[in-house]
């Protein structure tokens, strides 16, 4: 051992604490910073590792999958729930809405059974009938509108995965030829998990490290996003059955269809919205709309308007069940025309005989609806299902948010800046700072006593 | 386990966003005394909201329906009551002049007075209220009644609805009341005792007396069954105002929130968010870097 050994011992221990300060500072001028992983030295006996390598991120592979599961998860929640509030709005009691419509429709039939003969009681039953369309109408624009908005989200969804994609796999370049260089790559590997971590708020992703700083990004885990060498898979929306859109993704220039693995995310979420709860309601919507017209014309064919005439529609024919409520209209035969309403069993009694009014206001209480409803159970039982849809999406938001709330708990945990514990470290390395400093100037001493002794 | 400055932040900021969220729902609830304002707050109170709403509206429409049958039928009632009285003076002058001591010019004057009252009854007979010939079934817009007495209304009873399932008669028809078509018809009897007067024939006048009961008791018939049909329209209307009542109650339960309970909510909702925004301040800023 010589003295050059001690002044050496001191200036690695220097270096090495220098370096841990710098990791330290690091970590805590980056306590708020989006994304960041903290930084974390290990001083080794020979105190040589540190130098070579600089300090690590602190990370933990288990819960970064994790995390990845649950952005996947809330995003997919959230956008469902997005989507299918409107539901709230569709059938929200108040003027204007289905229930309040029907209501008047309803009432008015029954006031044609008490004044047949009244042209302002016969107008009033045009009326109401007019504003039920009208309510149909709205109701079915709205869920049209909503239908269009998922599908917008879907694209505008996969847009931003593709151009993150794009990011994700020049970053990996970056990471290769940094670390390959000797260089640290930790800000780098922040930022493309910050990425990642934005792809799988869309969709569905799964992350496997190739050992050399590249990646290998997979959608739903059988679909490469990211190659290894830095090739990107975009994905895109193609329009299927029923205007659900389909998720398609480029392999080997042949378009694959891969909606089947888009489960989650945002992405998932829109899909599954506009697919299920919002197609599901506009049919039963449909249905109906179908019924009230098909039992409506029933009973009021078979009646005579006071022009002694039979066999007119109270409400447009449809030609299937799909479309009824955005088609619903009054009939031409009857629109604008109040004598032609079918108040009487027979002609030689109208204006006054109000036979057929009572039938048209049995209709209410009818079970002519599925599941041998009456108009008003169903339109209940629309409400109670669209109702539920929506507070199970909003539930689930709050779960799935909940969920990703304690994984990113449980990161910060591992990954995240605790200021105190950061000024500790600074303490610990600055007194073993001072110390190299001691071990320095007492072999300096030593130097200079044993050159003194030689003089 | 490490707790790291945004896990302090994050946690707080969640907590704040909550109270807030509770404050905003127990203030709309506070202010507008709904609990239910939108299917997804309660979809089962929502969807049998609808249901009860439904029916209330249907049941005040069979109230106002049961009203004005019931009134229809009172003033019928009235009519049938002015009929029955023509009826009994036309058999009281037939009384008076069936025996020996009434003379041949009382019998004239009876015949007068009796003509008098055919003439009455078709007018009591073509009775029109608010529009409608009482009497002329589903032809209410016509007269019942053609002035030889002939009945060219509907022999139907009106019927109108009250609530769903539940039709209430609205009326009488002619025929049931002055009898149609039969040699015993309240007109044909009157026009036979004038006869029977103005002939001074008493055994014909003594004989009428039996049809002018007939069809007194006819009247009577007639007059049962409006007062039934009365009964059952102000039992249907009853019905129908309970109904309304109770979905009125009903919806009342399902959708709105009870002042106590709201301003309760309220009360507790802000404390929570008061304690949120106190623990808010309270987070150790300093530390060991602001060097305390």
Same mark, same amino acid.
């Given at each position: ?13 220097? $270096? ?59 995003? /997919? ?13 569709? *059938? ?12 008047? *429709?309803?009432?008015?039939?029954? $006031? ?19 504003? &039920? ?78 050992? $050399? ?27 299927? /059955?029923?205007? $659900? ?84 209209? #009054? ?13 009487? +069993? ?28 009456? #108009? ?64 320095? =100037? ?14 | ?74 003033? +019928? ?51 029109? &209220? ?28 009106? /019927? ?21 078509? =039969? ?33 007194? =008791? ?5 007059? =049962? ?33 009870? /002042? ?5 909510? &309220? ?26």
């Amino acid at each position: 051992m010589s003295i050059a050994s001690i002044l050496n011992n001191g200036v690695k221990g220097m $270096n090495a604490t220098q370096m841990a300060t710098q990791a330290a500072s690091t970590n805590i001028s980056n306590a708020a910073t989006v994304g960041y992983t903290r930084r974390s030295t290990a001083i080794l006996p020979d105190q040589s590792l540190i130098a070579k390598s600089g300090p690590k991120r602190v990370v933990e592979p288990f819960i970064e999958r994790r995390l990845l599961g649950a952005k996947s998860g809330s995003g /997919e929640a959230s956008a469902q729930a997005t989507a299918v509030r409107v539901l709230d709005n569709v *059938f929200a009691e108040g003027d204007g809405s289905l229930g309040s419509a029907l209501d008047a *429709f309803q009432v008015s039939m029954a $006031n044609l059974g008490a004044r047949p003969e009244d042209t302002a009681t016969r107008q009033q039953v045009l009326s109401t009938a007019g504003n &039920l369309a009208a309510a149909f109408g709205n109701a079915s624009a709205q869920l049209k509108t909503a239908k269009a908005e998922a599908n917008e989200a879907v694209s505008a969804g996969l847009a931003q995965v593709n151009d993150r994609l794009h990011q994700i796999a020049g970053l990996g370049t970056e990471i290769q030829k940094a670390e390959i260089n000797g260089e640290e790559a930790s800000e780098l590997r922040d930022q493309r998990d910050l990425l990642i971590g934005e792809v799988a708020e869309r969709v569905p992703v799964t992350v496997l490290d190739q050992g $050399n700083g590249q990646i290998s990004l997979m959608l739903g885990g059988s679909y490469q996003l990211v190659t290894p060498d830095g090739k990107v898979g975009e994905l895109s929306a193609v329009a299927g /059955e029923g205007g $659900n859109l389909r998720i398609q993704k480029t392999v080997a220039g042949a378009k694959v269809d891969v909606t089947e693995q888009v489960k989650s995310g945002s992405v998932g979420g829109a899909l599954k919205a506009r697919a299920g709860a919002l197609t599901e309601a506009g049919n039963k919507l449909d249905q109906l709309a179908s019924d009230i017209t098909k039992a409506y014309n029933t009973a009021h064919s078979a009646g005579y308007g006071t022009d002694g005439i039979s066999g007119r529609n109270l409400f447009a024919e449809q030609v299937s069940v799909s479309g009824s409520a955005e088609n619903f209209a #009054v009939s031409s035969d009857v629109l604008d025309q109040p004598s032609h309403i079918a108040a009487a +069993t027979s002609a030689s009694t109208t204006p006054s005989d109000n036979r057929n009014a009572l039938a048209l206001a049995a209709v209410a209480s009818a079970p002519i609806a599925v599941g041998g409803q009456t #108009v008003m159970e169903a339109l209940s039982s629309l409400i109670g299902y669209s109702g539920s849809i929506v507070q199970n999406a909003q539930q689930s938001e709050s779960f799935s948010s909940g969920a990703l709330q304690q994984v990113e708990s449980l990161r910060e945990n591992v990954s995240g800046v605790s200021s105190d514990e950061e000024m500790v470290e600074m303490m610990k390395y600055q007194r073993a700072y001072q110390a190299s400093l001691k071990v320095i =100037s007492v072999a300096d001493q030593m130097m200079s006593d044993l050159l003194n002794i030689r003089g | 386990m490490r707790v790291t400055d945004a896990a302090v932040f994050n946690n707080v900021k969640r907590q704040m966003s909550q109270a807030r969220q509770n404050v905003l729902t127990a203030q709309e609830q506070a202010g507008t005394g709904m609990r239910v304002q939108k299917p997804s707050d309660d979809p089962v109170a929502a969807a049998a909201a609808r249901r009860e709403t439904s029916r209330q509206k249907l049941a005040d429409a069979g109230v106002s329906a049961s009203e004005e049958v019931t009134l229809q039928l009172e003033s +019928t009632d009235s009519v049938l009551n002015d009929v029955f009285a023509a009826l009994t003076s036309a058999h009281d002058l037939a009384l008076e002049n069936a025996t020996a001591t009434a003379s041949s010019e009382n019998r004239t004057n009876a015949a007068y007075q009796v003509r008098m009252i055919r003439e009455q009854m078709v007018s009591l007979g073509n009775t029109n &209220l608010a529009g409608r010939y009482v009497f002329a079934g589903y032809r209410d817009q016509t007269p019942a009644f053609a002035q030889d007495g002939t009945f060219v209304g509907d022999p139907s009873s009106k /019927e109108l609805q009250v609530l769903p399932g539940l039709n209430v008669k609205a009326g009488i028809s002619g025929d049931k009341v002055f009898g149609s078509g =039969s040699p015993d018809d309240m007109f044909s009897v009157l026009d036979k005792l004038a006869s029977a007067l103005d002939a001074n024939d008493q055994s014909g006048v003594r004989d009428l007396l039996k049809d002018l009961e007939t069809n007194q =008791s006819r009247m009577l018939a007639a007059r =049962s069954q409006v007062g039934v049909m009365i009964d059952s329209a102000r039992v249907a209307g009853a019905a129908a105002s309970q109904q309304s009542l109770n979905s009125k109650l009903q919806i009342g339960r399902l959708v709105e929130v009870d /002042e106590i309970t709201a301003a309760t909510n &309220l009360v507790q909702a802000q404390g929570a968010l008061n304690a949120a925004l106190a623990i808010a301040q309270q987070i150790p800023t300093g530390g060991l870097v602001g060097g305390k």
